[in-house]
Structures are given as C-alpha cells and as structure tokens.
C-alpha cells in the first residue's frame, strides 16, 4: 500500500467524522490553494456537510470563476469562525497547500480553536503541526494531491470540482511547462476534462489575460530590472513605484513568472513592497539553484524552483541580502562541481 493510499483512509475517515470545516491555504492564495480549497469545499457539501474557506488575502482573481461558496468574513477571526455555521459552532480545521500554521495569516489560530485538524501539503519546506498531515513534495500541487485522495475514497467528482481541481494543478504546473508536470498531471488533465473542467477558459484565463494595470506593472518591472554577470535577475519595486503607476502590490502578482521568461535570467528573484518596510519577495530558479533554501532563511518558504518569503528591511538591504544570498549558493554549487571533478 502506497503512503497515498494508506493516508487517503485517514483522511476519508476524518471526513466523515466531522459536520463542519473551516479550510485554510496559505497567505496570498493563488491557484492551487483555492483551486484545491474549493473542490474539497463542494466534497463537502455533497457530503451533506457545511464548510468555508479562510482566506488572508484577496483571493477574488480565482474564486470568480468558480461556483460560489461560503468565506470567512474579514472581521471574524477563526477563533469565532464556528459562527458562520448552521447546524452548530464546532469545527475541524483543515490547511491545503500549507501545513505551517503562520502561513495561513489570520487562521493561524485555527490548529487551537478547532476539535481536529488536517494538513495536506506538497512544498519541501513543509512540517507536521496539525493532527494528521501529509506531503507529497514530489507532486506538482495541493490539487493534484487531493484529487488522488478523492479518488482512493470513491469520492464523486462534480463538474464545479473538475474546474476547482484543474485550475489548481495547471496553476502550480505553470500551465504544464515546469518541470514539476508529471504523467500523473497530464493524465489528472485529461479525466478532469472529461468529468467538465472548463479547460480552454482556464488556460486562457490564468495564463492569457491580464488587465492593463498589471501590464504596465510588468513593463515597469522589466525597466527596472537588472541582470548580474551570473544570471541573476534582480528586480525591486517599492511603494512610490506602484503610485506613479496607478496601482497596487497586489497587481503585480504575475509579475515573477513573467520576468522568468527573460532567457538570459537563470535565478529570478522580485521584491516589491507591500507595506511601508515591508518587502514581499518572490523567486524562481532555471538551474540548479535551490530557492527554498533562501526564502527558508526568512522564515518563508515554497519549492526548490519557486519560493517566496517576507522581510522587514529597507529595500536597499532586503535587495542585498537576496542577491548575496543566491551568489553565495551558486558559488557553492561551482565549487562542489570542482571537486567532483577532481575526485
């Protein structure tokens, strides 16, 4: 039995258990972590059970193309999350996409508040705080996670599930060109295509359409970037950037997977501030540079190709640290390939 298999029976079983859930992905949900959310959410309601979502960030780009379901309002913290229910005020607490508690934002409370929790998790960095966890870092997203799960359960897959479900694993799989895409996402296409995934609109929706906004937040992004002698593509926007352009951090989402098209980059590292001193960042790696690594050293997180984290400096500081830290690997990885060489 497959680790899969034996958690999909852990995880069937804590279903059934519970009448109410509140779901949770990790802070600045994309794709996957609501693409995922949403298809366990209408798993549940089908199940006669009720479930929300949780969410610390604007997560309109993603829920708009769905069925609807239930939010947490911005004014109720999880610990009073039981109010948005029906048939009583107890709930499990389940993190998709996430498993570390102060990645969710503002249900990082959810782990105490709840009877149970779950976690169900695929980036490296990932650790066991909730009851039951599991991770599968090898997997190219929480979606394609979860429908595995869906499917050792003879869970029913409804048409609004599919479309959840396939914009969670196109969305993490960069529209099937990272090399996290497997046979298993391909094929995971496919039925999902079958079972009523709009596919054609959600590739075009989340890979081909953008507001005029954001792209001139992306040509402003590409002015200011800078491409050191190693390949390293450094790209800072602070707060009076996104004002002379009309907009705001958030319109600049995209902005890093674009950036990493530029062929000459090989690290790919974009800071913008979303606050007053503090600076989002956002990288993604073309070699063999580990970039979890580096958002691990402040406190952030993701894959070894594609990893965020979040730092309180000046953005003079914030952009130094981040380059040395990427110089300091790739020199790192030329040395040890020295002395392979010379062994």
């Known amino acids: 039995m497959t680790p899969r298999e034996e958690f999909s029976r852990q995880f069937k079983r804590f279903l059934d258990r519970y009448d109410r859930f509140v779901l949770s992905g990790h802070v600045r949900p994309d794709g996957d972590a609501v693409g995922a959310c949403a298809a366990l959410i209408y798993a549940l309601q089908n199940m006669g059970k009720e479930a929300v979502l949780m969410t610390d960030g604007d997560p309109s780009r993603y829920t708009s193309v769905l069925e609807p379901f239930s939010l947490v309002p911005e004014t109720v913290p999880v610990e009073e999350a039981g109010s948005c229910f029906t048939t009583g005020s107890s709930f499990a607490f389940i993190m998709l996409d996430c498993s570390e508690p102060d990645r969710t934002g503002r249900a990082a409370g959810g782990i105490l508040a709840a009877s149970a929790s779950m976690s169900i998790d695929h980036h ?15 997997t190219s997203s929480a979606s394609q996670i979860l429908y595995g799960l869906l ?91 996104f004002a002379r352009l009309g907009a705001g951090p958030k319109s600049a989402d995209g902005v890093v997977g674009r950036l990493t098209e530029i062929q000459e980059a090989k690290v790919v590292c974009y800071l913008r501030e979303i606050e007053d001193g503090i600076i989002r960042v956002n990288m993604r790696s073309k070699c063999e540079v580990n970039v979890a690594r580096i958002a691990a050293l402040y406190g952030g997180g993701g894959h070894v190709l594609a990893a965020g984290c979040t730092i309180k400096e000046p953005m003079l500081l914030a952009k130094q640290a981040i380059t040395e830290a990427v110089r300091r690997q790739m020199q790192q990885l030329q040395d040890d390939q020295i002395t392979e060489e010379e062994d």
């Open 124 to 138: 490296v960095t990932s650790t066991e705080t909730a009851d039951f966890n599991y991770c599968e870092p090898e």
């Open 151 to 241: 499917k050792l359960t003879g869970i029913t897959i409804t048409p609004a599930m599919a479309n959840a479900l396939f914009m969670g694993v196109a969305y993490d799989t960069g529209g099937f060109r990272h090399n996290n895409a497997a046979p298993e996402s391909f094929a995971m296409a496919a039925e999902l295509r079958a079972l009523g995934a709009d596919s054609s609109f959600m590739m075009n929706y989340l890979f081909h359409s953008v507001s005029l906004k954001e792209s001139k937040v992306f040509a402003a992004a590409v002015e200011k970037s800078h491409l050191t002698k190693e390949g390293i593509l450094i790209c800072a926007m602070d707060g009076g950037d």
